[in-house]
């Protein structure tokens, strides 16, 4: 996609866009409602027409192509499946559209009925399938075309927990089998970080950046991805000088050092700075007069396999902050009863830094 814009009426949907998807890859659209990442996945599959740019498909320019004429392959939020025809005629929908030979429509129909696990259920309707046979067969009709992208709009959003789970390791495992370049939308956190080569996350019609899932969450280059991915703690902070590696900061009743690299933006001498921390790199540690971080506990949720605890922190100069410590195991229940007052170490490895203005923009 190069400069592409999309309008509706006198608004914008997605600003001057420009995206490289790789062949093969799984890239997934991550953000929150209206942030035009189900617009962009129309745009790729022909559903809406581009108001500016261009669009490719395997070096081939498809800009004002029709949809049967791009070799996309869809799975749809609701499935889309036609409830009169049973599950081998859903399958084989797309390849009798193109005129393909009976008899090779029943071979691609049972190679596809196996790779998703429906072998024996040809003959059934949808409304004969559970949720999970219901979305196999949406997949296998956009995979049985063979389809040079294979495009997924939402398509665990109507299945429980558990099945979402199993869906998703299993399309996966698909994806990489076949080799099919995939566009997958979602605005669900964990399918994003656990299902992806690279993730692009939008907001209001742009990608604020575009990383592997372990860089995106790790490395935030922009305040709103820093938030919008997995949970943070937003501190504040004043410049305090700089060297050759490292960042100063005054925060709380201390200094804290920090890698430069950890800072993303410009700064000034006493300016404001928004620290971003992830609660699970938060630790607690005995109270000493060195202490930068000081405060005390409120409250514990249990979560299974950790526990979340609040805590009442001295971060700011105007009062009190509540920030998330998420710590494995139950330790923190026992050794940090609600009432206790604490020391809490910073990472400076894990921090993120922005300047107050860079993260009030986003």
């Known amino acids: 996609m190069e400069n592409v814009v999309a309008k509706y009426r006198e608004q914008t949907i997605l600003h001057d866009l420009t995206l490289k998807i790789r062949p093969g890859e799984f890239l997934t659209l991550l953000g929150p409602s209206g942030c035009g990442k189900t617009t962009l996945l129309n745009l790729i599959a022909g559903f809406t027409q581009a108001d500016s740019g261009e669009i490719f498909i395997d070096r081939q320019l498809v800009t004002d192509l029709p949809p049967h004429q791009r070799q996309i392959g869809i799975v749809f939020q609701n499935y889309a499946l036609f409830p009169h025809m049973d599950v081998a005629r859903n399958i084989g929908y797309g390849l009798r559209m193109r005129g393909v030979p009976a008899a090779e429509i029943k071979q691609r129909v049972e190679t596809a009925m196996q790779l998703v696990k429906l072998t024996g259920l040809g003959h059934r309707k949808p409304r004969e399938l559970s949720g999970g046979q219901q979305q196999r067969v949406a997949l296998a009709r956009a995979l049985v075309i063979e389809p040079k992208v294979l495009l997924l709009d939402e398509p665990f959003s109507a299945l429980d927990k558990g099945l979402r789970g199993s869906m998703q390791v299993e399309i996966r495992e698909i994806q990489r089998k076949l080799g099919v370049t995939t566009v997958f939308v979602t605005h669900d956190q964990g399918e994003a970080l656990s299902m992806s080569d690279r993730i692009a996350v939008m907001s209001r019609g742009r990608i604020c950046q575009i990383a592997a899932p372990d860089e995106i969450y790790r490395r935030p280059t922009d305040p709103f991805v820093a938030s919008f991915l997995g949970d943070v703690n937003i501190l504040p902070a004043h410049f305090h ?81 509540r920030i998330m410590v998420r710590s494995p195991g139950l330790d923190a229940i026992e050794r940090f009863p609600i009432g206790t007052v604490t020391a809490l170490a910073l990472p400076p490895g894990n921090l993120t830094i922005f300047p107050e203005a860079t993260a009030r923009g986003a």
């Open 241 to 321: 000088g700089a060297d050759a590696t490292q960042v100063h900061l005054r925060m709380g009743s201390g200094l804290v050092s920090v890698e430069r690299d950890r800072l993303v933006g410009g700064q000034h001498e006493g300016g404001r700075m928004d620290v971003y921390v992830r609660p699970e790199h938060l630790r607690f540690e005995p109270l000493s007069d060195g202490a930068v971080l000081t405060g005390t506990v409120v409250n514990h949720v249990f979560q299974g396999d950790h526990v979340d605890t609040y805590v009442d922190v001295n971060a700011a100069a105007d009062g009190s902050q």
